[in-house]
């Protein structure tokens, strides 16, 4: 099992541009996350999604969309990137919202 | 709103030394609490999830011991090496006023080092 996978690794945009994060996971989990981790502010959630075809907002969802493709697939999606959307992005996912999370390795994104 | 603090913020420590990492909350209403570790530029794996009608958890090396009604939780790690450097976390699910378990707070985690 790869567990969490997330692409891309590293990513580089200028403001304005957008572009889409994208989370996958094989261990046949139903509930899946966004979250952004800022030096100083620990992680903050996005945008979460119980099981599929729901999508709930986390406590930073401006500036963010999100598709839960289906069981698998989770993306992320940055319509106009600005400077303070430079972060770390960690997708991650658990059989149900009460479990043991396991984590993506993270998408690193920085905005000009 | 949930507040989880990690105190101190960096800890380092001879290898072989047993060692205890804090972490606190300030509402005691939690589902369960879990315990990560990130390596640099990595992401976070989870060593410990221990619930909120449990009094501490064991893995290894590691302890995990929780106080729901004091909102504190110690990570106890025994004979520390320097493989077990790196930034632990805690996190707490919190219920939602609707009841429903699903979100996640993070503390901002207690960097470690283990000198050799």
């Known amino acids: 099992n790869a567990g969490v996978t997330q692409t891309p690794k590293f990513q580089v945009l200028k403001t304005g541009q957008s572009m889409t994060l994208q989370c996958a996971q094989d261990?046949?989990?139903?509930?899946m996350y966004w979250y952004r981790q800022d030096p100083g502010m620990g992680l903050r959630l996005i945008y979460y999604s119980a099981s599929e075809g729901t999508t709930d907002k986390g406590e930073v969802p401006n500036g963010y969309n999100v598709s839960r493709l289906n069981k698998r697939e989770f993306s992320l999606r940055l319509e106009s990137a600005a400077p303070s959307q430079t972060s770390v992005y960690f997708c991650?996912?658990?059989?149900?919202?009460?479990?043991?999370?396991?984590f993506g390795p993270g998408t690193r994104l920085t905005v000009l | 709103k949930q507040e989880v603090t990690q105190i101190p913020a960096a800890l380092s420590v001879p290898e072989g030394e047993n060692l205890v990492l804090n972490c606190s909350f300030t509402d005691s209403a939690i589902y369960n609490l879990q315990w990560f570790r990130q390596d640099p530029g990595k992401g976070l794996t989870s060593l410990l999830l221990?619930?909120?009608?449990?009094r501490e958890q064991t893995s290894g090396r590691l302890n995990a011991s929780l106080d729901k009604s004091s909102g504190r939780s110690t990570l106890y790690i025994a004979a520390s090496q320097p493989g077990d450097s790196a930034t632990y976390l805690c996190a707490v699910r919190s219920f939602f006023s609707s009841g429903s378990a699903r979100q996640l707070t993070f503390g901002s985690g207690t960097q470690l080092t283990v000198l050799p």
């Open positions: 991650a996912s658990t059989p149900s919202s009460y479990n043991e999370q396991f």
């Open positions: 221990i619930q909120s009608s449990q």
């Open positions: 261990m046949n989990h139903n509930s």
